[in-house]
């Protein structure tokens, strides 16, 4: 059973909201350490877009500039993404990602655990 598994990623216009949200498996034990968001478009390398430490403490890459929210509903074992004024660089792969290695104080370089992606489209 894959244990992180995204949904919500469609084509959306420009300055529309969309809504990620990534369903953990219940056993996973990684689902109380560090949880993010990372996207990868085409030709270029997957970044870092969210990050939540089982504190609910987050941390953002600079590009998201306040308009992306990262939460984590302990209880349905979800992590989501809310995404509000998307851009047509926004355009990539979102994966759910988990760090087997930090549950605070999360670091983008700490993730070691992907879910499959969910495809999110912001045309010009």
């Known amino acids: 059973q894959v244990p992180l598994v995204e949904s919500g990623g469609e084509s959306v216009q420009v300055g529309g909201s969309l809504r990620l949200s990534c369903a953990v498996a219940s056993e996973y034990v990684y689902f109380t350490y560090c949880m993010g968001w990372f996207r990868q478009a085409p030709g270029k390398e997957r970044e870092g877009v969210a990050a939540?430490?089982?504190?609910?403490?987050?941390i953002y890459g600079d590009f998201v500039k306040g308009r992306f929210t990262i939460s984590k509903d302990n209880a349905k074992n979800t992590l989501d993404l809310q995404m509000d004024s998307l851009k047509p660089e926004d355009t990539a792969t979102y994966f759910c990602a988990a760090s087997k290695i930090r549950f605070w104080n999360c670091k983008f370089d700490s993730f070691n655990d992907w879910g499959q992606g969910t495809q999110v489209t912001v045309p010009e």
């Open positions: 939540i430490d089982r504190r609910g403490s987050t």
